[in-house]
């Protein structure tokens, strides 16, 4: 290797050392301040397909510190430190008009939204999920498994290749087994070829269902959008073929697509019941139980029509939804118009139940104890 090779070697060898050294800082201070990421809403409209941008403080690089000099060296005369050249403009203005405080500076970095999942699942001590069943539409997957007559010459197949040379050397009579010399022709080589094959893969449809009445504010529907975007995060790293579907309901329900269901400002009376219904009808048409992984969240300030249709729900709960779900969700987003007497029915029917987790979010702050509630039992 000639020098100047080895130079390139050990230059491209420390970029990527600084690199992950960045890297490292960088996933540290996403890690010091990811409460206070979670329970902000500012990082949805940051989201890309694979990437979120994240506002992180500003890194500061370590320096060399010079000690005092001893005696005269370049450099020396009159003036203090940081005095213009003369001839040059000192920058900063007047400083009789400066400001006396340091100033803010934030770095934007993309991160993949698979680390930020991992992250997330540290910080929070959230268990693996335990996929069930296999959906009906399998993913492709190469080997290398078939024989072809062409091919490049990295994937010749030696074995074949002789093989073939020495059925056509005894077909022709020419074959000597007291002196087997076996020289293949263009007509005996073969290669490996590769072939798709279907492989199962596990995939998990996520349900979520927000109630849009009047008694549920802004600021309760942005906790749930918020709250949605790190669910989102959490099952995509858990799941490959991750499927989303928005329901919205005050009195009636209906299914939204989800840049309606981050934006949406609806208002109106609350009946629990329909959105219930419009989910098993989803699941029912598109989602087989037996090959999905099923995830409904609920969100709600717990006020509903009347007690009757919340027995309703309690009783599509118990006979149709509890026994096709992986686990149902319930987030109550507190509301100084809600009664949150969903909530106590909730525990008081189903304090056994398993497959229901219902959680309490006060505020912003709460999102980040819910998140690590829901997902809890690995399920």
């Given at each position: 290797?000639?020098p100047?090779?080895?130079?390139k070697?050990f230059?491209?060898?420390?970029?990527?050392?600084?690199?992950?050294?960045?890297?490292?800082?960088?996933?540290?201070k996403?890690?010091?301040?990811?409460?206070?990421?979670?329970s902000?809403?500012?990082?949805?409209?940051?989201?890309?397909?694979?990437f979120?941008?994240i506002p992180?403080?500003?890194?500061?690089?370590?320096?060399?510190?010079?000690?005092k000099?001893?005696?005269?060296?370049?450099?020396?005369?009159?003036g203090n430190?940081g005095?213009?050249?003369?001839?040059?403009?000192?920058?900063?203005?007047?400083?009789k008009?400066?400001?006396?405080e340091?100033?803010?500076?934030?770095l934007?970095?993309?991160?993949?939204?698979?680390?930020?999942?991992?992250?997330?699942?540290q910080?929070?001590?959230?268990?693996?999920?335990?996929?069930?069943?296999?959906?009906?539409?399998?993913?492709?997957?190469?080997?290398?498994?078939?024989?072809?007559h062409v091919?490049?010459?990295?994937?010749?197949?030696?074995?074949?290749t002789?093989?073939?040379?020495?059925?056509?050397?005894?077909?022709?009579?020419?074959?000597?087994?007291?002196?087997?010399?076996?020289?293949?022709?263009?007509?005996?080589?073969?290669?490996?070829?590769?072939?798709?094959?279907?492989r199962?893969?596990?995939?998990a449809?996520?349900?979520?269902?927000m109630?849009?009445?009047?008694?549920m504010?802004?600021?309760?529907?942005?906790?749930?959008?918020?709250?949605a975007?790190w669910?989102?995060?959490?099952?995509?790293?858990?799941?490959?073929?991750?499927?989303?579907?928005?329901?919205?309901?005050?009195?009636?329900?209906?299914?939204?697509?989800e840049?309606?269901?981050?934006?949406t400002r609806?208002?109106?009376g609350?009946?629990?019941?329909?959105?219930?219904?419009?989910?098993?009808?989803?699941?029912?048409?598109?989602?087989?139980?037996?090959?999905?992984?099923?995830?409904?969240?609920?969100?709600?300030?717990?006020?509903?029509?009347s007690?009757?249709?919340?027995?309703?729900?309690l009783?599509l709960?118990?006979?149709?939804?509890?026994?096709?779900?992986?686990?149902?969700?319930?987030?109550?987003?507190?509301?100084?118009?809600?009664?949150?007497?969903?909530?106590?029915?909730?525990?008081?029917?189903?304090?056994?139940?398993e497959?229901?987790?219902?959680?309490?979010?006060?505020?912003?702050?709460?999102?980040?104890?819910?998140i690590k509630?829901?997902?809890?039992?690995?399920?």
């Amino acid at each position: 290797m000639k020098p100047e090779d080895y130079s390139k070697v050990f230059t491209m060898s420390g970029i990527k050392r600084d690199h992950g050294r960045f890297k490292d800082i960088v996933s540290g201070k996403i890690r010091e301040n990811l409460k206070k990421f979670i329970s902000n809403g500012e990082l949805i409209g940051k989201k890309g397909d694979e990437f979120v941008s994240i506002p992180i403080p500003s890194i500061e690089l370590p320096r060399f510190a010079f000690g005092k000099n001893q005696g005269s060296k370049m450099g020396q005369g009159k003036g203090n430190p940081g005095d213009p050249v003369e001839g040059e403009e000192q920058e900063g203005g007047d400083p009789k008009e400066a400001g006396n405080e340091e100033g803010k500076h934030e770095l934007e970095v993309d991160v993949s939204l698979k680390e930020l999942a991992e992250m997330m699942g540290q910080e929070l001590g959230l268990p693996r999920i335990l996929p069930k069943g296999s959906h009906d539409i399998d993913s492709k997957s190469s080997r290398y498994k078939s024989i072809h007559h062409v091919g490049p010459h990295s994937l010749r197949h030696y074995k074949r290749t002789y093989r073939e040379a020495l059925k056509r050397q005894i077909a022709a009579g020419i074959y000597n087994p007291e002196n087997p010399v076996i020289i293949p022709h263009k007509s005996d080589l073969r290669f490996r070829g590769w072939a798709e094959t279907p492989r199962p893969q596990t995939n998990a449809v996520i349900v979520y269902i927000m109630d849009v009445s009047g008694s549920m504010g802004d600021e309760q529907k942005e906790i749930v959008r918020t709250e949605a975007f790190w669910i989102d995060t959490w099952l995509q790293s858990q799941y490959k073929g991750l499927q989303r579907r928005y329901i919205i309901h005050d009195a009636v329900a209906r299914e939204v697509d989800e840049n309606t269901f981050y934006r949406t400002r609806e208002s109106g009376g609350t009946l629990i019941s329909s959105a219930y219904k419009m989910f098993l009808d989803i699941i029912h048409k598109d989602y087989p139980p037996q090959q999905w992984n099923i995830y409904p969240f609920h969100f709600s300030d717990g006020d509903n029509w009347s007690n009757e249709d919340s027995q309703l729900c309690l009783d599509l709960l118990q006979n149709e939804i509890f026994p096709i779900v992986n686990q149902f969700s319930y987030g109550q987003v507190e509301s100084k118009y809600g009664s949150g007497q969903f909530f106590k029915d909730l525990l008081e029917k189903f304090s056994e139940q398993e497959r229901l987790v219902a959680c309490r979010v006060q505020n912003r702050e709460g999102i980040y104890e819910s998140i690590k509630q829901f997902f809890a039992t690995g399920r």
